[in-house]
């Protein structure tokens, strides 16, 4: 059964600073791999889609990597703003399951002081 | 690109009571769509996804039960709501990559 973490569940940074989000997975039978913010009080906003055979996607200030070998996705945000502030979510399609299911983690709460 | 509606934004309905949630999907077609549920401090739960009309498949059981009785449009539905039914309900479409709507926030009380 596959579970997916990240880790810090919470994370506070100055304004500018460059930050890495870790997800990690224990099964590496990903279909693809999806990066979510959530606004507090609101739906999930798609960030960036990592299909297995990529092993990174890019867009504006974020990039996010896959490495299905260690069972790792990082998101990385540059130059962080305020604005960044909101709770990131990954999670995970498998291969083997029927429907396109996401498997969330728990997310990871950012904080972007300025 | 996709447009996911959820109504209503927020409800607040007493215990024992019907509960009926809508979903309604723009910008694609035969979509997969799904239910979650987030309760306060915790992730996401698939409670119930569908790959077509009249097709769905549910995750975990409960008192909750879906139905796509259109192309674009996911129901959710209870004849009796409890009080560990309260959360953030949020519909999702897509097949691979998921978007999901606004969300409806339920207090059972």
């Known amino acids: 059964k596959q579970e997916v973490t990240q880790i810090p569940a919470a994370l506070s940074v100055p304004e500018g600073e460059n930050l890495v989000l870790n997800c990690s997975f224990t099964?590496?039978?990903?279909?693809?791999l999806q990066w979510f913010r959530q606004d507090p009080g609101k739906g999930l906003t798609s960030l960036l889609l990592i299909q297995s055979s990529q092993r990174e996607q890019t867009s504006g200030r974020l990039n996010a990597s896959l490495d299905k070998s260690s069972g790792r996705s990082t998101l990385y945000i540059a130059a962080s703003q305020p604005g960044d502030s909101a709770t990131y979510l990954c999670a995970a399609t498998m291969i083997y399951n029927q429907g396109g299911k996401l498997i969330f983690g728990q997310g990871t709460e950012l904080s972007v002081k300025p | 690109s996709q447009t996911i509606h959820q109504w209503p934004a927020t409800l607040v309905q007493p215990v024992g009571s019907p509960l009926s949630l809508e979903c309604t999907v723009e910008g694609t077609s035969n979509p997969n769509l799904y239910w979650y549920r987030q309760a306060a401090g915790r992730g996401l739960q698939l409670l119930f996804y569908?790959?077509?009309?009249?097709?769905i498949s549910s995750e975990v059981p409960q008192n909750l039960s879906a139905s796509r009785p259109q192309d674009r449009q996911f129901i959710l539905s209870s004849k009796k709501l409890l009080l560990s039914d309260s959360g953030f309900y949020l519909c999702?479409?897509?097949?691979?990559?998921?978007?999901f709507g606004p969300g409806t926030r339920l207090t059972v009380l």
């Open positions: 099964d590496s039978a990903i279909y693809n």
């Open positions: 999702a479409s897509g097949h691979y990559e998921q978007f």
């Open positions: 569908s790959v077509g009309i009249g097709q």
